[in-house]
């Protein structure tokens, strides 16, 4: 079955610590999204892919990272730079940027211990 | 569970009755709209979606209604089931960019 699929389901980070979210889909989808999604607010761009080796920083960029060397994958790294990393983090794709709508992976609950 | 349902506001109804999940969106120029639910710990899902030219579009078990003029969407679920009990937002595009803006969500809760 295609699909999207995010792992780990949940992550720890200590203080000071990168850590990288994964993001793998076989829809063939060109365009591949990263959310944060937080109590009470609706979902907030981070970063986003319409094609390989080029990416675009979202509305809220400031401390992530990202990569896209193959068209079936888009790692988040969230860095030390990120003051307020714990979130729910969702990963998107799409057939045609905002052309069609989104399917979500299943999402990643990163915790700062 | 997860705490993004945390702070929505909630509608609760009985099994069986009919659903209405409200949604303003910000941009007139939108010109289409999805509706998504989210379980718990899980990644949003597709559920109807709707272009600005239309005022209705009509799913299984789901309808979408568009009023353009006071900028709100809504969605009615029919006789609602347990398994309906979620998170629901919608998402409006701008025309010609790659962006959809999301709505904060309603919870739903099925009463048995």
């Known amino acids: 079955d295609g699909g999207i699929t995010q792992s780990p389901k949940y992550l720890f980070r200590k203080e000071g610590q990168n850590v990288t979210l994964s993001c793998e889909q076989n829809?063939?989808?060109?365009?591949m999204y990263w959310y944060r999604q937080d109590p009470g607010q609706g979902l907030r761009l981070i970063y986003y892919?319409?094609?390989?080796?080029?990416?675009q920083k979202g509305d809220i960029a400031e401390g992530y990272s990202v990569s896209r060397e193959k068209k079936e994958s888009f790692p988040l790294t969230v860095t030390s730079a990120q003051k307020n990393p714990t979130a729910f983090y969702l990963c998107?794709?799409?057939?045609?940027?905002?052309?069609?709508?989104?399917?979500f992976g299943s999402g990643t609950r990163l915790t700062v211990v | 569970g997860e705490s993004v349902g945390l702070h929505l506001p909630t509608l609760s109804v009985q099994e069986g009755d009919n659903s209405i999940i409200n949604c303003a969106y910000s941009?007139?120029?939108?010109?289409?709209f999805i509706w998504y639910k989210q379980e718990s710990g899980k990644g949003p899902q597709f559920i109807i979606d709707?272009?600005?030219?239309?005022d209705k579009r009509q799913g299984q078990r789901v309808t979408v209604l568009l009023n353009k003029t006071v900028k709100h969407l809504s969605l009615q679920i029919a006789a609602t089931q347990p398994g309906d009990s979620a998170v629901y937002f919608c998402?409006?595009?701008?025309?010609?960019?790659?962006?959809?803006?999301f709505g904060t969500g309603t919870r739903l809760k099925v009463l048995a």
């Open positions: 998107a794709s799409s057939l045609g940027g905002a052309s069609y709508g989104y399917t």
């Open positions: 829809l063939n989808h060109d365009a």
């Open positions: 892919s319409q094609i390989v080796n080029d990416f």
């Open positions: 941009n007139s120029a939108s010109d289409y």
């Open positions: 709707i272009r600005s030219n239309m």
């Open positions: 998402a409006e595009r701008n025309p010609g960019t790659y962006k959809y803006i």
